[in-house]
């Protein structure tokens, strides 16, 4: 039996220290052992998005890390964006504008659209598809998340301008 390594990482703002299976993947970390069940897993190689969160601020899969590699690191997942009271503005405009059908790929896009939106405040229509390329979703067509981030982007520098 192989020892459990002890990991103390941050998460959502909130530390957890934990002792894990060294082979215990980040996305069953999350899900299983802090029950933040936001982080969806569907291909389990990193094609697909849907368990997409971010790792020190950057997007990544979390079914493509092992829990004891972000030993001291900070994590936010999709619980972390919003929440009912307040959402965050892609979250609020995946849900005006039905950007979600079945909901699986759903936390991974809105982690790397807000992610996104950080970093591009006006997108154009082929850098929204950029960013999208790297999620699959079966359902929605993709027009309708487009049409989400462009609505969240407009917000998001409608809020910028006021403050």
Excluded: W
Excluded at 128 to 147: A, D, F, K, P
């Amino acid at each position: 039996m192989v020892p459990k390594r002890a990991i103390k990482v941050s998460v959502n703002g909130r530390i957890h220290e934990s002792s894990v299976a060294p082979r215990l993947l980040l996305c069953d970390y999350l899900r299983d052992e802090l029950e933040l069940t936001g982080t969806h897993i569907g291909c389990s190689v990193g094609t697909c998005g849907a368990c997409t969160i971010l790792l020190e601020g950057e997007p990544v899969r979390s079914c493509l890390l092992l829990a004891v590699q972000v030993d001291a690191m900070t994590v936010g997942t999709v619980e972390g964006l919003g929440d009912e009271e307040q959402l965050h503005p892609v979250q609020q405009a995946f849900h005006e504008n039905h950007a979600l059908q079945c909901g699986f790929c759903t936390p991974g896009l809105l982690i790397s659209a807000a992610h996104f939106l950080d970093n591009f405040a006006a997108p154009t229509e082929d850098q929204i598809l950029e960013m999208l390329g790297g999620h699959l979703c079966r359902c929605t067509g993709y027009q309708n998340i487009v049409t989400a981030v462009k609505v969240a982007a407009a917000r998001l520098q409608l809020k910028q301008s006021k403050a």
